[in-house]
């Protein structure tokens, strides 16, 4: 079995200030992770994935995640937002590498950049 | 990453009526999965299909649901009596044997 926990349901930062959306998941197995982002009206954008490679993954926008299995965590951060950032972020798991294997989303966290 | 094409983008109609939704497949993906996000709730999985076959579904995906891929063309997810609270994004996602997800744009369908 597998979930995911996103923490927080909504995040508002101030533009240019740092990026923190938290994400706990639960696996069985060494999962694979990902973060997704919906902009409104949007399909879903990958922004990283990890697949037991390097710990710190970096993905587009210049967002970033670490992987800590210790903590059952894959947090999402970015050293500054940025006001197109606004969107809805989605961590997801996946029980491993194998194409076949479904995903599991989180809850989402809605992030708001105020100017 | 490649995109996924999603037909219509946003569909309207009736309660009762059937709609399909289709998803222009990626030449070397092979697997083949429709997830579900109602309004404001999380994305929910309800079907994953392999070799012109089901390989999981969700207890979402009852009988009013169908899933298949007529002469290896598009992909297509099919609600033969629409429901009041199947109003939703529906999105097809493909994926390679060589690891890769791709997520359509997704279909808005919304029953009235």
């Known amino acids: 079995a597998q979930s995911v926990t996103q923490l927080d349901s909504h995040v508002s930062v101030s533009e240019g200030t740092p990026v923190l959306l938290r994400c706990n998941y639960s696996s069985s197995y060494s999962p694979s992770l990902f973060w997704y982002v919906q902009h409104p009206n949007k399909g879903l954008q990958l922004l990283l994935k990890?697949?037991?490679?390097?710990?710190l993954v970096k993905g587009i926008n210049g967002f970033e995640a670490e992987f800590k299995k210790s903590e059952t965590s894959f947090h999402l951060t970015k050293p500054s937002a940025h006001m197109s950032d606004a969107a809805e972020y989605f961590c997801?798991?996946?029980?491993?590498?194998?194409?076949?294997?479904?995903?599991?989303f989180g809850g989402g966290t809605r992030l708001m950049v105020k100017p | 990453e490649p995109e996924v094409t999603q037909t219509p983008s946003h569909q309207v109609t009736q309660m009762g009526q059937e709609v399909i939704l289709r998803c222009v497949p990626i030449s070397n993906h092979l697997y083949f999965y429709w997830y579900r996000q109602i309004l404001g709730q999380k994305v929910e999985f309800l079907v994953s299909f392999y070799n012109n076959e089901i390989s999981e579904k969700s207890e979402i995906f009852d009988d009013q649901f169908s899933v298949e891929r007529p002469d290896g063309s598009n992909f297509t997810l099919k609600i033969r009596s629409t429901k009041l609270e199947d109003s939703a994004m529906y999105f097809c996602?493909?994926?390679?044997?060589?690891?890769?997800?791709?997520f359509g744009s997704g279909t808005r369908l919304t029953v009235v």
């Open positions: 996602k493909q994926a390679a044997s060589n690891y890769g997800y791709t």
């Open positions: 990890y697949t037991s490679a390097a710990t």
């Open positions: 997801v798991v996946s029980l491993s590498q194998n194409a076949g294997n479904m995903l599991t």
